[in-house]
């Protein structure tokens, strides 16, 4: 199965997201694998034959979101220098997100710029961090808050490479695929309320429709101008939960389930969302085991908090709310009573 990837305004940028079709990948040119001692362990042996390069080097990073850092980055940039390579060189990066975006960071910044290709090992990764160019680091001011805008040249999508994900990483991952399906495809919600993804052959549609979904508003909105912040359902409440919990209570895919349920009950008090529909969300999110529900200490604060995010442009917070299951309202000004509301009834419930 393929998913392209269309980019304007030059074709040239184009490029396939491949699911399950890797056997060989072939580059006259010198490529560096960048992965963790994680990954490594599991799956290198059985990638690296399937790379024929001019010269084929490997670096391993240390496993985790701490090390998604300027150390890291600068350890990419200095093997790519130790190992000579070139303009014409290719970074793989193969990893769950973390490693996708520092690779890709590192690619879109060494020479001015180099290719990279993207595979993908964690769920999260595969439906959505590989895919749409988003690259970067974090710093002591935030998660992701240097970075740049650099596509891939292929990114490939193996289920294979699953099968050693951990129970709630791979929760993670379907977190993110329920979030494309609420706010862009009633159908696909549909079909995911009746197909168990821990079945092969349903994660791979999943994985497809999830992916095709990305590609559709990456092509529109490569740089998040608009429809792009879509895709950020949930992450606005996440954000908060995350740094709140010092990034050690929660994987992220499961602070967005949480935020997406705070979402929808701010959406039920506008009358964008029913009971009844956030009911279905909520409960295909606990099928996965994911967390749905988080005490607020102080609600005041939290709401403060919005604003650290770095999508909450010149002050004013952008809610993403679902509007009725596979649609979406972009909502900006909504008056500070009616989101404490939200925050105290879920504190509640
Ligand atoms: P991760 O990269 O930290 O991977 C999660 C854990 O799973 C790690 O310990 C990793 O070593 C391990 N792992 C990876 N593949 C494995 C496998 N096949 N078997 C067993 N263990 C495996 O986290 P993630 O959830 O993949 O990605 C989160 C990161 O992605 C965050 O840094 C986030 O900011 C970023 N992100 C980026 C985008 C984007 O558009 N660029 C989108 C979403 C998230
Ligand atoms: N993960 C959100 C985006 O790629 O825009």
Redesign the pocket.
Known sequence: MQVNITLNPSASRNYTVFIDELSRICLDVKVLIVT????SA??LKSLKPMIQARELHTLILP???MY?NFESLQLILNACFEHRLDRKSVLIAF???????MT?FAASIFQRGIEFIQI??????QV?????????I?NPYG??LI?SFWQPRAVYCESL??????KR?FA??VA?IIKMAVTFDSDFFAWLETHDLYDEKHLRHAVHSSIAIKADIVSQDETEQGIRAV?NYGHTFAHVIENQTQYTTY???EAVAIGMVMANTLARHLELLSEEECHRIQTLLEKYLLPTRYIIDDVDMFYTHFFLDKKSANDAITFILPHEIGGYTIAKGIEKERVLDALKECNAS
């Open positions: 963790n001692t994680t990954v599991l799956h496993d985790g979101e998604k990893g769950g997100g973390v490693i996708g975006d890709g993908p090992t964690t769920l999260l990764a959505d961090a590989s895919v749409g160019g988003k690259t970067g974090n998660k992701n970075g490479f699953l099968k050693t994900l951990p990483e993670a991952g993110e895709l994987l992220h895919g």
